[in-house]
């Protein structure tokens, strides 16, 4: 399977950090639009050839960045985290590994849990 990051809610000056620190490393990036918020994580990371019929998303966008990692094991999200933190991107709180678990949730679904889990982790 093909390594690839879904990065959300990353514009501008941000988005061309992620993009400078992902370009060495074996992976593609791929920019997750607001309207494909509703369809599984695994669909998005290339895991499904075709989507789950779903409806469009026409919500607002996520409060926050969020990058999730799907193919990557081991040391590969450790040299990513690297590059993140050398291409001042070192402040990204909500980041995730596609598994057979949540694979087929939503962004949307993954972002709240999260969000809990960031919480938690934080004593919030």
Same mark, same amino acid.
């Given at each position: 399977m093909e390594k690839q990051v879904l %990065?959300? $809610?990353? +514009?501008?000056?941000?988005?061309?950090?992620?993009?400078?620190?992902?370009e060495k490393l074996p992976c593609k990036m791929? %920019?997750? $639009?607001? $309207?494909?918020?509703?369809?599984p994580l695994g669909y998005l990371a290339?895991?499904? +050839? +075709?989507? %789950?019929?779903? +409806?469009?998303y026409e919500g607002e966008g996520l409060e926050q960045e969020m990058v999730v990692f799907a193919?990557?094991?081991? $040391?590969?999200?450790?040299?990513?985290l690297k590059a993140f933190c050398e291409h001042g991107l070192a402040g990204v709180g909500l980041k995730a590994v596609v598994t057979e678990t949540n694979r087929g949730w939503n962004s949307l679904q993954l972002f709240e849990e999260l969000k809990k889990e960031h919480a938690?982790?934080?004593?919030k």
């Open positions: %990065v959300y $809610e990353f +514009k501008g000056l941000r988005l061309g950090q992620m993009s400078k620190a992902l791929r %920019v997750v $639009e607001r $309207e494909e918020y509703g369809m290339g895991l499904e +050839k +075709k989507p %789950v019929a779903g +409806k469009r193919g990557f094991v081991g $040391e590969d999200i450790d040299m990513a938690m982790m934080h004593g």
